[in-house]
């Protein structure tokens, strides 16, 4: 399955039933895509509707991130597969993806509070959303990599855990910044 190219409808159906794929990693994937895309039309619409050239790379950033997360969400996939047939390399990608995910997604948070705070009223809405979004898919993905540790020895854990620590304290502070 190609995440890209699937209805949401057909995704839907196929993430509920008794098959391992899509999983966890595709459905945070769309969801942050989703967050993603919200934010671009938050910034388009801002740069339309308040002829402000400001939110232009962020929303030329917006598209791209989302098509990225699609790429992350078929990836994902294509290593849990390879970690069910056992093949090498494939538990480190499969920690890799979700990290990257995460990382991904901070960056585009990282530009949220100047949107935010001078975007277009009518979608300031939208914009809270997309950024729900996207939260909710780093810590998903932060989630997933906890979950991932038990496929490691010791030293290779405490190297994963410093970095899960690291990006989880980003998204805290990045979550208590947008209560504020």
């Known amino acids: 399955m190609d995440i890209r190219n699937t209805l949401i409808k057909e995704f839907l159906d196929e ?24 934010i671009g039309m938050v910034c388009k ?12 790379d962020l929303a030329m950033q917006t598209t791209e991130f989302a098509e990225k997360l699609l ?3 078929n990836e994902d996939m ?38 935010h705070n001078s975007c277009y ?6 914009a809270e959303a997309g950024f729900a979004l996207l939260m909710t898919c780093g810590k998903g993905n932060i989630e997933l990599a906890k979950k991932n540790l038990s496929m490691f020895d010791l030293q290779t854990c405490q190297s994963y855990e410093a970095e899960i620590k690291e990006i989880e304290t980003i ?3 990045l979550e208590l910044g947008a209560e504020g």
Not at 100 to 114: F, H, L, S, W
């Open 15 to 38: 993430l509920n039933s008794t098959r391992v794929q899509p999983s966890a990693g595709a459905s945070l994937a769309i969801t942050g895509a989703l967050g993603a895309s919200l």
């Open 45 to 56: 619409i801002t740069l339309k509707r308040i002829n402000s050239h400001s939110f232009e």
């Open 71 to 73: 790429d992350f969400g």
């Open 78 to 115: 294509t290593a849990f597969s390879a970690v069910l047939r056992n093949e090498e390399g494939a538990t480190t990608r499969a920690m890799e993806i979700p990290l990257e995910m995460a990382r991904a997604c901070i960056d585009v948070m990282n530009q949220y509070e100047p949107l």
């Open 121 to 126: 009223e009518i979608v300031k809405g939208d």
């Open 171 to 173: 998204l805290n502070s």
